[in-house]
């Protein structure tokens, strides 16, 4: 029987009060439940009691006997076996649930990098929380794929908001990867592919194409860098017309990393065709000149995107910004014989200054060359306008970003931490940690600024904390283990603190799962 007739029942003592409308005056209640509320209702002298504990029966009866929605189809199957064991004890199991509610986002990846590589999964309970986090995060989810283990998946497959997560089974064979899995799966597979048979890779993604979404398109069109040679040349060529500007802009990436492709050639003839090498006084100089008219295969080559209304650019600056961000790098420096930094010294002399700067960053960003990167990093006032250093530092290979780091560390950047952490947090990748010196010599610093209570009121550095010590090395961890606390912080920042702590002793749980896993696989 419906417990609704019982709420019913208690619904006018609960809105007018039990002095006006006492719980003695209702008449028997129906069925079991009823039986149950009118003996305690006559054996509470007090009506208010009574009313709290009549509703208490009613609420905890509901939940006894609820039933969830007919749907008239059949329950789903069960999940398959798990084919890893979930974590079932220790430090991480004790910080898990904090991990999971309330975690910085690079804590999250770098738990389920530990479990992975620990060949374990989540527990069951984490599962719902786990995959509400990476709904919210793409790219928390190639980190999540790996530890959501066969119950994971099917549970991803019962609500819409969670399909993402769902896939071919971890014992599925490797064809079945590419058909049913999803789309960390397929590239996963794509990539391993590419290693030993490109042409086969690229065949196999050319007959898929038409069936996939935009963002599929473009990150697994991004995949063909693996193994890249001339042979791609006909499908990236098919793909920089796609509809979509975000598969157009990956191939156009690995064409600039193909100079003999035909598309490339063009666009340095173009380029070509507006520089002269002209003789001033006793020496030679490069001018060049932006087009008077959109060339013949404009549209071709995608030339024809009209300038926005409000760019600072005129019209011809604007078609020649756009021949330029077709051109690679290497060529300016092989075609006019100078570095990277006496072409953005050059640049710099020319009438169309912002239209090369701007063009050539705009290659730069797509093919991460690292002399380049330290051109701009370098570069007088006028091209620095143009230049996210954020983003080139985060260009440069690993080595290259901690020295220049390292360099900022000695020249300053410690009065300006905020800014130098969201540098470093940057270009960090996920699944890095700095290096043992850089995190000693940032630990340190940090531990300073924490023993004289000067990180509460540094607000743009504050929010960043948790985050920062993620990409920390473990051998400076004991530098901040415990974190400073002081008796006057404020309820917020103590809020912060205690995260830190828990960071802090999360990032020493993944350690001694580490070394936990590592000796019990050794034989």
């Known amino acids: 029987m419906s417990n609704a007739v019982h709420w019913a029942a208690l619904l006018p003592a609960a809105m007018v009060g039990t002095d006006r409308q006492p719980l003695a005056a209702t008449s028997p209640l129906p069925g079991p439940v009823g039986a149950l509320l009118n003996d305690t209702l006559a054996q ?85 929380a786990a995959l509400e986090l990476g709904r919210r995060s793409v790219a928390l989810r190639p980190w999540l794929a790996p530890v959501l283990g066969e119950r994971g998946r099917w549970l991803a497959a019962q609500r819409d908001e969670w399909r993402y997560a769902t896939g071919a089974s971890d014992t599925a064979p490797p064809e079945t990867l590419w058909s049913e899995g999803n789309l960390e799966q397929r590239k996963a597979f794509l990539h391993a592919e590419r290693t030993h048979s ?44 796609d509809r979509s500007r975000e598969v157009r802009s990956a191939a156009l990436a690995l064409l600039l990393r193909l100079p003999d492709a035909a598309f490339t050639q063009r666009a340095c003839a173009r380029i070509a065709a507006l520089l002269k090498h002209e003789r001033a006084l006793l020496r030679k100089r490069w001018t060049i000149d932006a087009p008077t008219a959109l060339p013949a295969d404009a549209k071709a080559d995608q030339l024809d995107t009209p300038r926005p209304q409000h760019d600072a650019l005129g019209e011809r600056a604007w078609w020649l910004y756009q021949c330029v961000g077709q051109v690679p790098l290497a060529w300016w420096e092989q075609h006019m014989d100078v570095s990277p930094a006496d072409l953005l010294a050059w640049a710099q002399t020319t009438e169309w200054a912002k239209a090369l700067l701007r063009g050539w960053r705009d290659v730069l960003l797509s093919t991460a060359n690292p002399a380049w ?62 290096s043992q010196p850089l995190s000693l010599a940032l630990a340190s610093l940090l531990r300073e600024r924490a023993q004289h209570n000067t990180l509460a009121d540094d607000y743009g550095l504050r929010h960043l904390l948790g985050e920062l010590l993620c990409i920390l090395h473990p051998d400076a961890l004991h530098l901040l283990d415990p974190w400073p606390r002081h008796a006057d912080e404020t309820p917020s920042f103590a809020a912060i603190a205690h995260g830190l702590t828990q960071v802090i002793a999360t990032q020493r749980a993944l350690v001694h799962l580490s070394i936990h896993s590592s000796s019990t696989a050794t034989p």
């Open 198 to 241: 490109p042409d086969a890779a690229r065949q196999r993604l050319s007959d898929t194409l038409a069936e996939l979404p935009a963002r599929e398109r473009a990150e697994l069109t991004a995949v063909l860098a693996q193994g890249l040679g001339p042979a791609d040349e006909p499908l990236l060529d098919r793909l920089r017309q």
């Open 373 to 434: 990167c330290h051109a701009f990093l370098q570069a007088p006032a006028a091209a620095r306008q143009l230049n996210d250093t954020d983003t080139l530092v985060a260009l440069l290979p690993r080595a290259d970003r901690e020295a220049w780091w390292q360099q900022q560390l000695q020249h300053g950047a410690a009065t300006h931490l905020g800014h130098f952490a969201s540098q470093m947090l940057t270009g960090c990748p996920a699944g890095e940690t700095l």
């Open 44 to 128: 509470t002298p007090d009506s208010a009691t009574a009313l709290l504990r009549a509703a208490g029966i009613v609420a905890t009866c509901s939940l006894a006997g609820g039933n969830g929605l007919h749907t008239g189809d059949a329950p789903p199957a069960a999940a398959a076996p798990d084919q890893r064991p979930p974590l079932h004890a220790g430090p991480l199991m004790a910080l898990l649930p904090w991990v999971v509610a309330e975690g910085p986002p690079r804590l999250h990846q770098a738990v389920f990098q530990g479990l992975d590589h620990a060949g374990l999964q989540l527990p069951p309970r984490f599962l719902p």
